[in-house]
Nanobody, 122 residues
Framework: QVQLVESGGGLVQAGASLNLSCAASGLSFNRYEMLWFRQIPGQERNFVALISMGGRSAYYADSAKGRFTISRDNSRNMIYLQMNDLKPEDTAVYYC???????????????WGQGTQVTVSS
């Protein structure tokens, strides 16, 4: 079955950096657009970043532009999210996602990971 396993979350101070990883298995990885979402308790999951199948194109939510970088390694079935200059408002559970069509809407996503907590203290 399809598995997406995130790692790399943690507790950091404002201004610090974190690099999240997601290991994918059970799917034809290079056929899927890969995404990161985040969710605050009581709210919907919000789109953060998307990377195209071949890794040549990336798209970001306004909140992530200039601070976050999404990347992928198709030889290892991995995606990453480098997060710099973290702010307290970045505190959330971060989810890795896979979607054939590249939708940025929570309801359309084909597969989800279990999430990793990122907490940014002020």
């Amino acid at each position: 079955q399809v598995q997406l396993v995130e790692s790399g979350g943690g507790l950091v101070q404002a201004g610090a950096s974190l690099n999240l990883s997601c290991a994918a298995s059970g799917l034809s990885f290079n056929r899927y657009e890969m995404l990161w979402f985040r969710q605050i308790p009581g709210q919907e999951r919000n789109f953060v970043a998307l990377i195209s199948m071949g890794g040549r194109s990336a798209y970001y939510a306004d909140s992530a532009k200039g601070r976050f970088t999404i990347s992928r390694d198709n030889s290892r079935n991995m995606i990453y999210l480098q997060m710099n200059d973290l702010k307290p408002e970045d505190t959330a559970v971060y989810y890795c996602a896979a979607d054939l069509a590249g939708s940025t809407f929570q309801a359309d996503i084909d597969y989800w990971g279990q999430g990793t907590q990122v907490t940014v203290s002020s």
